[in-house]
DNA sequence: TCACCCTTGATGAAGCGGCACCAGGTAACT
DNA sequence: AGTTACCTGGTGCCGCTTCATCAAGGGTGA
């Protein structure tokens, strides 16, 4: 139970004021005497008043708020972008409302009907692993409000995207193993929906044709980015016949687990098996050998979206741009490889 | 500059009917014809008509919004207390709003007023490293806001508090290394003013008496948590006539930086020297040598406070209790130790 | 000195989108 | 005809901005 909030009108009342007059003096607006100003800030201040900003967008129908939508959290990728997109949102008198959707669709539709029931002014969206419908998303585009995509991005829309170079970035990965003498590569992909698995896995053929080595698809194996389940595939790869001496992950949280049941089998990284993620996570170098990874700006990618949404949302609907920012990558080698 | 937005005034009209009508249909009123609901439901669906949150907050005075103010992100700490307090504010239908203080307390009390601003329902905190007055906080137990503290919390405020045993835990963490033979125990402290601080350095203190080792204030170095300071300080205490054998950290990214430092110094870990660090985070576990460390239940602490905060938000402000839960820490010995 | 205009500082009312309460109106039943 | 149950309409208001008004005073020219 609140109690009574402070509004104009108590200061109005106090002071003997039209609530019009206090709303001017509180808003600057120039044909308020300056003594009448002065006496309205300094019993605003007194009585802790603050502005209801439910109210003003009410009016405005703008709430400077921007949505971001996230799969998860747990992994410092997000967190990190986060960071950035907050940077650049906040200096221009934005806050953000953050949601996760727990990769699945169901959350990230709910996801989006809170985003528009509190009237963001725009929306900053990764897609979860699951998400092959985008009715939800194109409502926001239909209502004038602007949306851009980051890191896992949805192909059908035209709207504003930032993404790395992930074909390049696997490509030079891949590249790196074979020329530190590498055979028989594996992948352990990510879910074939999403864009970035389908360029990483591009960039991993790419790399192993470009050297002559046959595909082999018993070594290509799609999961559903649930860490749990690395164990299964890591020990499926290792009994094979012919088991691969390295293994190219489609992100740093699978290389490492991939690590960790290698050595958990008496094998040695890299003397019997090369590893390689992509991300540079924060734990990527601290690990033990330190992972070889492909790093991404991930704070940068935050501020892009951010700055490419701000763009947007400056820009009447007929304006509107689909630029797709593509960021490069950049090959770290340590010593998992 | 968005379009306008679908309100219950456009399906009124479509339909021929009044606004009040409309609005019964949609909040599920019974007084409504079964076909009248259908044929308003249908259209608005059809319209993609999303309620206005902002229009009935501002009615209700309620916005079922709970905001979160953490001093940073970048560690897997706060990520992880805010997955727990959003499970549990999601279940009550509850939104989250997050800020970042960033440390400063500026930033902080301007965070406060963008919450106060959107008028958040309840609010949990953990203070930054320089937040010593606490009057933006205050305000809103004036203004009749719950306010729930984790983690870092403030003393002269009558809340609710959700804390681990950091007393406990650096007691057992030091007493560990003292039952694992090392003699010169030397403590990488935090900020003073903060009660972790002080409840950890006390923990330290009192294993040191217990086992009869005299304190040495060389030792005890407290830091403003700046990780890239760090270097400076564990050079420093290597570089002492007795320099110690153990160094307990405030947490867990100063101990892996502190083990970072001594492996430049080409010395080892835990042979020459022992490090522990508390908190447990993703990280300790990965590194070489993996961390000894006291765990916290993270993300148990999310969801205590944020039961805390709604707990309070259904009191009465005149019944409004001030609990401290103290929750257990664990800790647990790998190999740098 | 007076009528007029301009400036300054303040007021009043409408309305943003939705909810809630008070009034009706209609049809069916007593 | 009176009562009841069911539906539906109208209005006020949440806190604030904004536009149209207006009163008071100062300056100007005849």
Redesign the interface.
């Known amino acids: 139970?609140?109690?009574h909030?402070v509004t104009i009108v108590d200061i109005a009342k106090q002071l003997n004021l039209s609530k019009s007059t206090v709303s001017r003096a509180l808003t600057g607006h120039p044909s308020v005497h300056a003594a009448t100003r002065q006496a309205v800030l300094e019993l605003a201040e007194q009585l802790?008043y603050?502005?209801?900003?439910?109210?003003i967008?009410?009016i405005t129908?703008?709430?400077n708020t921007i949505g971001i939508i996230v799969p998860e959290?747990?992994s410092?990728f997000f967190?990190?972008v986060?960071?950035g997109a907050?940077e650049i949102a906040s200096k221009a008198g934005y806050?953000?409302?953050?949601?996760?959707s727990n990769e699945t669709y169901e959350t990230e539709v709910a996801n989006t009907?809170?985003m528009?029931?509190?009237?963001v002014?725009g929306l900053l969206v990764s897609i979860t692993k699951e998400t092959k419908n985008f009715d939800h998303l194109k409502?926001f585009q239909?209502?004038?409000?602007p949306i851009v995509f980051f890191n896992r991005v949805c192909d059908d829309m035209d709207v504003p995207k930032v993404i790395v170079d992930d074909f390049d970035g696997a490509y030079r990965a891949v590249t790196h193993l074979i020329e530190s003498g590498r055979k028989r590569i594996a992948h352990l992909s990510g879910p074939p929906a999403l864009k970035i698995s389908e360029k990483r896995l591009n960039g991993y053929k790419a790399a192993l044709r470009k050297n002559n080595i046959e595909l082999d698809e018993e070594l290509v194996i799609p999961y559903d980015l649930s860490l749990e389940k690395v164990p299964i595939y890591v020990n499926h790869l290792l009994n094979l016949d012919n088991p691969p001496d390295a293994i190219f992950a489609i992100n740093d949280p699978t290389a490492?687990e991939i690590i960790q049941v290698i050595k958990k089998r008496g094998l040695k990284v890299p003397k019997d098996i090369a590893v390689v993620g992509f991300s540079n996570d924060?734990?990527s170098g601290?690990?033990?050998p330190a992972l070889t990874t492909v790093s991404q700006p991930v704070k940068e990618m935050g501020k892009t979206a951010a700055q490419l949404l701000l763009d947007q949302m400056n820009?009447?609907?007929a304006d509107w741009k689909s630029i797709i920012r593509v960021l490069k990558t950049e090959l770290i080698v340590r010593n998992s490889s």
Request: charged share 25%; glycine share 2%; net charge positive.
């Open positions: 139970m609140k109690r909030q802790d603050q502005r209801n900003m439910l109210a967008s009410l129908n703008k709430t959290f747990s410092s967190p990190n986060i960071i907050q806050n953000t409302v953050i949601c996760q009907k809170v528009l029931a509190n009237q002014d409502v239909r209502k004038g409000i490492i924060y734990a601290l690990i033990d820009r009447d609907v």
